[in-house]
């Protein structure tokens, strides 16, 4: 079991920034793969960033160079660095993990509105 805790979503105007934080717990070891999703309001939930063990990183087409998803294993944390926000990167911000066994785990989300 892996337990995930988000936070770092608010409010904030376009054109600013914001970081989340993805607290991992539990069984660790077994994370394979790191993602941020997102579920904008009347949109399909979308990969934004992921990262895997061997430090792989990829991205969506419409945040590569604004955001940037990085790890600090001494933590158990995974951030995703968010600037130069548009209000459509608005929407409910999940973390998401697969093990190497293939399990899935969700985070609670968190709220990022940018208003314009």
């Known amino acids: 079991q892996v337990q995930l805790v988000e936070s770092g979503g608010g409010l904030v105007q376009a054109g600013g920034s914001l970081r989340l934080s993805c607290a991992a717990s539990?069984?660790?070891?077994?994370?394979?793969?790191t993602g941020w999703y997102r579920q904008a309001p009347g949109k399909q939930c979308e990969l934004v960033a992921g990262?895997?063990?061997?430090?792989?990183?990829n991205y969506a087409d419409s945040v590569k160079g604004r955001f940037t998803i990085s790890r600090d294993n001494a933590k158990n944390t995974v951030y995703l660095q968010m600037n130069s926000l548009k209000p459509e990167d608005t929407g409910v911000y999940y973390c998401?993990?697969?093990?190497?066994?293939?399990?899935?785990?969700w985070g609670q989300g968190t709220q990022v509105t940018v208003s314009s």
């Open positions: 998401n993990v697969i093990t190497l066994g293939y399990s899935y785990y």
């Open positions: 539990g069984s660790i070891f077994s994370i394979n793969r």
């Open positions: 990262i895997n063990s061997g430090g792989r990183i």
